[in-house]
């Protein structure tokens, strides 16, 4: 009920991800060869088990456009009459367009991870601020309902770069400032990084508000 809000859902993690974002909190998903695999029968008798009282398919990762079988797998949980959300961190325009384009999905959700001067760092070296705003652009013009969203980590974001990236977003339907959890992260010196206060984290998504409607998650 958590990954899809107001949806009773099951979520699939695709593992493997292009960017190497020090605060994640799925790193076992980053290498695909880390993960434990599940087939895509049983996926499929999974859903169909539950196909009478769920209300949707998150696709999550890891990174669901690094998959080059994405739109296979799309196609087979769309063909079972099934709802998708559809996680990304919006770093492969060129497959995420496809996605959007394939009619598949019913909500987009993307992860942006900092200020543009500030992408590098965020992504651990590996992400580009131009691919994530042709991203964003692609989105908001899709017609699909969707929310923007990132991690506070305040190593990588700071509460007077919140604003700005709502500016960015300016015309989304949703952005979610999502509370940073040190507990698990793909770089052990995250964990040493204190979340941001809530108190904080509200009066940014106040500020936020400005911009197009915000919410706090995690807090």
Known sequence: ????????SVTVFIAGCDLRCPFCHNPDLVDPGNADASSLMGLFEHLYSRRDWIDGVVVTGGEPTSDPDILDLLHAIHDMDMEIKFDTNGNNPRVLRKVLDSGLVSYVAMDVKATPEKYSQA????????????????????????????????????????????QLLSGGNLYALQQFRPQVTLDHAATEVPPMHPDTLAACALRCSNHLPTVTRGV
């Not at 009920?1 to 009773?8: C, F, T």
């Open 1 to 8: 009920m958590l990954d899809w809000p107001g949806r009773l």
């Open 123 to 166: 992504t651990g070296g590996r992400g580009s601020w131009s691919r994530a705003q042709e991203s964003v652009e692609l989105i908001r013009a899709s017609g699909i309902d969707h929310e923007f969203r990132t991690t506070v980590f305040p190593d990588a974001v700071s509460e007077h770069d919140l604003p700005r990236i709502a």
